[in-house]
């Protein structure tokens, strides 16, 4: 039986990655975009390289298009083994690492939670009950160093807030999924060479993309509600 895999903001960046390296994993990949010709774009240069994939529209700051491109997965191949967390935004600033909190905008701080916690919240409540038919699931969260708590620091303040909710939420839906084959986990896939992480990023994308396709393809004794960089599980 082939897994399906459904990967948010899977155009470009890490997401791509991931999906291209589901794929040559012989995991079915949805492509999630919110431009769909973009989505298509990133799903033929998967295809070009002979490994099922296709692409759906998805906004994931939009209930409607959220439900939508879940039951579209659903009804073109029947089931959702892996859903991944991907998306996401960094719009602090100016000032990067040493723009201040007290500069915040709060419809910043809004825009950010909007998208890169109530997305993949949205996106777990709907993704579950599918992968609950078949009492299989890995969801993986890409979270962020910036996010934890135990090495908190200033710069980023609407980014770093939004990663540590994430890694909240991935802690109570692993909780609530624990008696269940659903597996949840959050990863920091190290600063990673795309639009967001910039030109300086030490790691490619196919680093980046390593540690989430690990999780996204756990075993049955695999992990779940842990935090992890480079396969190793790392504090929240
Ligand atoms: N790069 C790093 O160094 C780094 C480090 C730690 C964590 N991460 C995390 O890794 C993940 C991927 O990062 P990345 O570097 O690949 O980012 P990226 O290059 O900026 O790509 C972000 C992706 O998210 C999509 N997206 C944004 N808002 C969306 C929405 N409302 N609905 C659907 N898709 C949306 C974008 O779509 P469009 O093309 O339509 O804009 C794009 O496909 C993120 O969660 C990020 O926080 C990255």
Not at 150 to 161: E, L, Q, T
Not at 162 to 171: E, F, M, P
Not at 211 to 230: I, K
């Amino acid at each position: 039986m082939t897994r399906v895999a459904l990967i948010s903001g899977a155009n470009r960046g890490i997401g791509l990655e991931i999906a291209r390296q589901l794929a040559r994993k012989g995991v079915a990949v949805v492509i999630g975009a919110r431009d769909l010709d973009k989505g298509r774009a990133a799903a033929q240069s998967i295809a070009s390289e002979g490994y099922l994939v296709d692409c759906v529209r998805l906004d994931i700051t939009d209930s409607a298009s959220i439900s939508a491109a879940v039951d579209d997965v659903d009804l073109r191949h029947g089931r959702i083994d892996v859903l991944v967390n991907n998306a996401a935004i960094l719009i602090d600033g100016p000032g990067g690492f040493k723009s201040s909190l007290f500069e915040l905008d709060p419809d910043t701080a809004r825009q950010t939670f909007e998208t890169n916690v109530l997305g993949p919240l949205r996106l777990t409540q709907a993704v579950v009950p599918v992968m609950q038919r078949h009492n299989y699931g890995r969801i993986v969260n890409l979270s962020s160093g910036a996010g934890q708590l135990s090495d908190m620091r200033s710069g980023f303040p609407a980014y770093r807030m939004s990663k540590t909710a994430l890694n909240a939420l991935t802690r109570i839906t692993a909780a609530e999924l624990a008696s269940t084959n659903i597996k949840v986990n959050a990863v920091c896939p190290g600063w990673v060479r795309t639009d967001m992480g910039g030109l300086e990023a030490e790691r490619p994308v196919e680093i980046g993309a390593e540690t989430p396709v690990w999780l996204a393809t756990l075993p049955e004794n695999g992990p779940t509600g842990g935090f992890f960089r480079d396969q190793r599980a790392i504090p929240w």
